[in-house]
């Protein structure tokens, strides 16, 4: 009597593909975890290392949406702080108080009065000031009627720092015809006639975030 041979059954292609596919799922769930800083980080390694580095990274499942969006809105706030040091110089608080000539707690005061511009990095709570509004060792007195115009609370640290994203952007600021005249909008403070398109600009866009 011959006994039949049971050979390894040979996975089909279709079989495969779907593996593939499988594959590819997980590890574009692994890369939309990783943080941007990894992703650079990642990218300058070998292959061997970069797999074994994403592969590291802690599925984030047990956290709740709720989590998840307060952790996406940190990341956001931190690269808003990144964006505005990037496009102006911030000072602290001791660098301020010394081009002005006077205490860090005058300084405070002017900042609550609506005298002067600062943006606050909501991971640390420390404030920058612009140094843009800053001229001839005095607070530039536009600053505190743009601040008074646009009816910004001082002490409303998301409305401070919203008008300083909104001054530290670029405008287009040229006629029709004209070639394109592209700066920051905090260079334009002394010319009345942009000042009312960034204060109109101004308002249309936090209506809108709102």
Known sequence: MSIATAGKSQPSTRDVE?????LRKRFEDQLSRATEALLLKVASLSDDKAFAALAKIKADKERSIHTRNQEAIARMKLRAYERVTSR???????????????????????????????????????KGYPAFQFADNKPRSIIAKLIKDL?????????????????????????????????????????????????????NAFELGQ
Do not use: W
Not at 18 to 22: D, G, I, L, N, S
Not at 95 to 114: D, F, M, N, P
């Open 88 to 126: 102006c110089e911030l000072l602290d608080a001791r660098e301020a108080s010394e081009i002005l000539g006077i205490s860090k707690q005058a300084l405070s005061q002017k900042t609550k009065a609506g005298q002067l511009l600062a943006y606050t990095n909501t991971s640390n709570r420390r």
């Open 151 to 203: 009816g910004v609370d001082p002490v409303d640290t998301e409305a401070m720092n919203f008008l300083v994203q909104h001054l530290v952007s670029n405008m287009d600021f040229s006629s029709p015809g004209e070639p394109e005249n592209v700066v920051p909008r905090y260079e334009l403070l002394d010319n009345s006639a942009a000042v009312e398109i960034i204060k109109r600009d101004f308002i």
């Open 18 to 22: 779907a593996v593939k596919a499988e």
